[in-house]
């Protein structure tokens, strides 16, 4: 009989087979629900994820096509035709992402889902604000440097900045209920986009930004919301301001901000202006000291002014016209200004209009070199004289040549002094003059430069209005241009530098803040505070010199001094402007560094949310601020008021 062989390998299939079948048979449900789990994921994740991805690609794409023909094209009738294809994908996005809805009740990717959501539903509210925006700016699109209907544009092309500034006087009222209008529709974007956590997302992914571009992007609607909110009680006033329903007449003061006081500057000159429907007439300028000649101090000057300035200061301590702009809030300080004035002789005017010298760069570099009879040439190029714009070089030449004031100290009257003494700002008048004039008669073209630079000085407080109508004053508040100390609900800061004496050497000093901000378990805060001031040239003895400075730091009411250092002369915390006050002197010597380190608590603690108000001082170009809370952390340069955010 004949036994079969049996091959191992052979049993071995026959046994893998039969276990295969068995375990199919077995589990033939599970696997079924299997499948059905992978069509159901397929359907709800995978497909409509495409979908998503699809339309927001071209979502991207249209609006990289509307930020093309806004920089590039400029054409107000391209930019409302690219608003329409952005809205028409936006609105695809929408569809396709609420197939997604269900997974917002989900933990971890839930949040990730609602932030889209609030995004999309703020890019709705953000066009409808476009297209109105699109309207009302139609008829002024040549001042803004866009093209449009030709119907609604300037009438010729000889049309110049006065004659635009006619028709924007001429139609102001009719841009109000528009604002309005964009206001509301903008608040609405704030309020789905302030939904967004940044905190949840990465710091990077693939080496690109992410956490702080989202940031940047709710900061940016934050801001475009209180701006267009802001302005509207201006726009109310501006025909006041602007002499259309009566002339007005205005102090302007000039602040030299290259000799830094609370303000913004040194009150260096003054002049009177008339304006009628919106034009300036020519302003003559005079000296401060000539001001100050005709009237008689009766108000007692601050300490740190008498210790630190001495000169006139030594027999009688009551406060001089030209340095009244000692306290940081510049009401404060001009109430106290104007009713002196109006005892030297200075009387009947609607308000003060005070301007730094960045003024004049930023729009010298729109206009470029412009003469002045009788003065010469002036330009923004570099002089390397000072390492500074030439405009400036020639007014501290002019107004300040090389050499000491010396006052008697018996009499209090001035015994030495430079060249030009007697007259040392006549300069001023008529450089604001040729600004003014050769601004004004500038084509049509140059308007949206000109447009920018004023628009710059104003947001970074180069410029500064104080006026005696109560609801004017309400409404150059409201736009931030007045140089009020704010009231804040969180944290606050503000830090006031005053040169006493230290010729211009602000035109040489860096300074940079840090906040190391510490968060207890029981919500309460501590702060490190450290200013550093760096003096980044030679002595010279005309414009760069020891600088005497007083610094004010200014923080919530009720905050407490834990520790201090830096200070030569230190005073103790007291209040002031409902802020309380860290304050003391030193002296920074060129090529010089002083550092300044406070340590203080807050009288409230924080919950969920931190949130702090930095106020920028006046005058000062743009000061590096640092801010570190845990984890989290901002750095910019301070170039007007910031508010900050953080999820704690």
């Not at 590039?72 to 608003?83: A, G, K, W």
């Not at 030709?150 to 102001?172: C, H, L, M, W, Y």
């Not at 300074?511 to 550093?532: F, R």
Request: hydrophobic content about 40%; some cysteine.
């Amino acid at each position: 009989m004949e036994i079969p062989q049996i091959k191992p390998d052979e049993l071995v299939k026959k046994s893998f087979k039969e276990k295969l079948v068995s375990f199919v048979k077995k589990r033939k449900w599970v696997l079924v629900g299997v499948g059905v789990g992978l069509a159901v994921f397929m359907a709800a994740i995978i497909i409509p994820g495409l979908l998503v991805y699809k339309n927001a690609r071209a979502l991207t794409a249209s609006a990289r096509k509307l930020e093309s023909v806004v920089k590039d094209e400029q054409n107000i009738i391209r930019v409302r035709e690219e608003i329409g294809n952005v809205r028409s994908d936006l609105t695809s996005l929408q569809k396709s992402y609420k197939i997604l809805g269900w997974t917002r009740i989900l933990p971890l990717v839930g949040g990730y889902y609602r932030d889209g959501d609030a995004v999309m539903k703020a890019g709705q509210h953000g066009l409808d604000a476009a297209e109105i925006i699109i309207t009302t700016v139609e008829p002024y699109a040549d001042i803004i440097g866009f093209t449009g209907d030709p119907s609604k544009e300037a009438q010729s092309g000889e049309e110049n900045a006065n004659d635009r500034i006619e028709f924007i006087v001429a139609t102001i009222d009719d841009v109000i209920p528009q604002l309005e209008e964009i206001s509301q529709k903008v608040k609405l974007a704030q309020a789905e986009i302030d939904k967004v956590n940044p905190n949840r997302y990465p710091v990077k992914v693939a080496g690109r930004e992410v956490r702080n571009k989202i940031k940047d992007g709710v900061a940016m609607v934050d801001q475009g919301a209180s701006l267009v909110e802001d302005s509207i009680p201006l726009l109310r006033v501006a025909p006041y301001l602007m002499g259309i329903d009566g002339d007005r007449e205005y102090l302007i003061l000039f602040q030299n901000d290259k000799e830094l006081r609370p303000t913004g500057g040194f009150l260096t000159a003054y002049s009177l202006a008339d304006v009628s429907e919106g034009k300036f007439s020519p302003v003559a300028s005079d000296d401060i000291y000539h001001l100050d000649g005709r009237y008689t101090p009766s108000v007692p000057a601050p300490d740190p002014v008498v210790k630190y300035i001495k000169g006139p200061y030594v027999l009688n301590k009551n406060v001089r016209l030209r340095d009244m702009n000692f306290s940081p809030d510049f009401a404060e300080s001009m109430d106290l200004f104007v009713e002196a004035a109006e005892k030297a002789g200075i009387r009947d005017i609607d308000g003060v209009i005070a301007v730094d010298t960045q003024v004049l760069v930023n729009l010298l570099d729109v206009l470029g070199q412009i003469g002045v009879p009788g003065f010469g040439n002036f330009s923004t190029e570099i002089d390397p004289r000072c390492d500074c714009p030439q405009v400036i070089y020639e007014l501290e030449s002019f107004a300040d040549q090389e050499g000491p004031v010396i006052w008697d100290p018996l009499t209090g009257e001035i015994i030495l002094a430079p060249p030009n003494m007697d007259n040392r700002k006549k300069i001023v008048g008529p450089l604001m003059n040729s600004i003014l004039s050769n601004a004004l008669g500038q084509p049509k073209e140059k308007l949206p430069d000109l447009f920018e630079a004023a628009f710059k000085s104003l947001l970074e407080k180069h410029v500064l209005l104080y006026m005696l109508d109560d609801e004017a004053q309400a409404g150059v508040e409201s736009f931030n241009i007045a140089g009020r100390i704010k009231e804040y609900g969180g944290d606050y800061l503000h830090v006031n530098d005053a040169n006493l004496g230290g010729r211009k050497s602000n035109l040489y000093v860096n300074q940079e803040v840090v906040q190391n901000i510490e968060v207890a378990p029981d919500g309460s805060v501590t702060k490190t505070l450290t200013i550093t001031y760096k003096n980044t040239k030679d002595y010279d003895g005309w414009l760069n010199s020891v600088l005497p400075n007083w610094t004010r730091i200014y923080v919530p009411r009720g905050s407490e001094l834990i520790d201090s250092s830096g200070f030569e002369d230190k005073a103790q915390p007291y209040e002031d402007l409902g802020k309380t006050v860290f304050a003391g002197g030193f002296e920074l010597r060129p090529n010089g560094v002083v550092q300044i380190e406070v340590v203080y608590k807050l009288p409230f603690g924080v919950d969920d949310e931190y949130k702090m108000l930095i106020q920028k001082q006046p005058g000062k170009d743009a000061p590096l601020y640092s801010i570190e809370l845990g984890k989290q952390s901002e750095e910019l340069f301070l170039r007007t008021d910031k508010e900050f955010r953080f999820r704690i």
